[in-house]
């Protein structure tokens, strides 16, 4: 894994932004894994002022809720094209999101997984992470070979989640999430978390023990793996001060995986 810890969350996201641009600048048809919430709000924003050729780039989403409309105002969908697809020239075949109001969700979830082969892998998947460390939404004891599929979101997530609602009982219960085995698919995996509530998590996920109980922590098994934080999300990390020596030592056109 490589650590960047960056003394605020602009910072932070000023260097997923520029890698993230990278990759669509020297691969034009990327396959990119994209992440909703509060911690990729800014980078959408920045990222759409790069005004970069989106024509060739097929995106698939992490997750969503189930039973919400697309036009739903807090579903995933309707964030994403909010945020990010409606101010690119992404074309809209080209956009992936779960399906939350499919009929037969199972069936729905092998499609996405098929679609994602389909279209070659993903080059580069974004993530966040919950304050119980759950990536995208696979909520601790997820399985960590799972792939697509429903999940029970925790009481804790519901509750995270709520201010988007306004009020927790309005959180759905159920949602469709890539798996932690889909998440492990993609190529490079781009990890961001800012502020110190998620200190915990992300000490437990980068230091901890690989556990389904910290399922962020199953990327210590992939080969490519950044993480972005400021200073207040990094908080707990006992190596702090070895990544910082790391990014600020790093040898020219390598990463530090
Ligand atoms: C959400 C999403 C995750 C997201 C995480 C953190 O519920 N399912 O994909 O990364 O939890 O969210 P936030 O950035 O709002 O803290």
Known sequence: MEIVIESSAEKATDVVVRLVSSVIRKKPNAVLGLATGATVLLFYRKLVEMKLDWSK???????????LPPRHPHSFHRFMWENLFRHVNIRKKNVHIPDGLAADIPKSCE?????????GGIDLQLLGIGTGGHIGFNEPTSSLASRTRIKTLTPRTRKDNAPFFGAPAQVPHHCI???????????????????????????QAVEGPV?????????QLHPRVTVLLDTQAASRLKLKRYYRWVSDHKPAGTDSA
Request: proline share 2%; hydrophobic share 50%; with cysteine.
């Open 57 to 67: 780039i097929t995106a698939f989403n992490l997750d969503e809720y189930v039973g």
């Open 177 to 203: 999430t890539m798996g932690i085995g889909t998440i492990l698919d993609a190529r490079h995996c781009v990890l961001l978390a800012f502020g110190k509530k998620k200190a915990r998590a992300v000490a």
């Open 111 to 119: 499609r996405y997984e098929r679609k994602i082969v389909a279209a």
């Open 211 to 219: 556990s389904a109980l910290v399922p962020a922590s199953a990327l």
